[in-house]
């Protein structure tokens, strides 16, 4: 038996943290948990970080965002077995009800077909605490930096209307 047998590649996990001119940031309620996240999944063979961050946030909100809108936040360490890769946005503040999950997943014990999101909101930036795993909270406060994160995509935003 070779030597990394054992060893098991890192899966990751691409998504994009959306925020609003109004310094809120939008996460979707995850179906079945207390806590809420950013649209987020795994990538496929084939796809690029990007791609399937776009993806995955189609899927989980209906959101169809323009590639070139998006900043490379990079790639993080997540957990044991898992790295994220992120990038952000800015765009307007959307009613919420509008949004909608396609992805969906079979609830064990039932067999029953449910939303991997059932629910979305714009929320503060000092509401990530308490909305998120302490996991999320800790990147999207430390790594990511929200305050800093729009003061970029504002910036970002700005060149692009400049060029």
């Not at 690029?48 to 209906?62: D, I, N, V, W």
């Not at 490379?72 to 307007?92: P, Q, R, S, V, W």
């Not at 990530?128 to 994160?149: D, K, Q």
Request: glycine fraction near 8%; hydrophobic fraction near 40%.
């Amino acid at each position: 038996m070779p030597n990394n047998f054992f060893l098991r590649s890192r899966r990751l996990s691409c998504g994009i943290v959306i925020l609003s001119s109004t310094n809120e940031l939008l996460l979707c309620h995850v179906t079945g948990q207390r806590h809420w996240d950013l649209p987020k999944g795994g990538i496929h063979a084939g796809e690029t970080p990007r791609q399937a961050a776009l993806r995955e946030t189609t899927e989980e909100t209906g959101l169809a965002l323009a590639e070139e809108t998006l900043i490379d936040l990079g790639c993080f360490a997540y957990t044991a077995k898992k790295d994220l890769h992120l990038f952000a946005t800015m765009m307007e503040r959307i009613d919420p009800r509008r949004l909608c999950c396609e992805s969906t997943f079979v609830e064990r014990g039932s067999n029953r077909t449910l939303p991997e999101m059932d629910a979305f909101g714009w929320f503060a930036f000092d509401r990530v605490g308490e909305l998120c795993t302490p996991r999320m909270a800790t990147l999207l406060g430390h790594n990511v930096g929200l305050n800093a994160m729009r003061d970029s995509l504002l910036a970002f935003g700005a060149e692009r209307l400049a060029a």
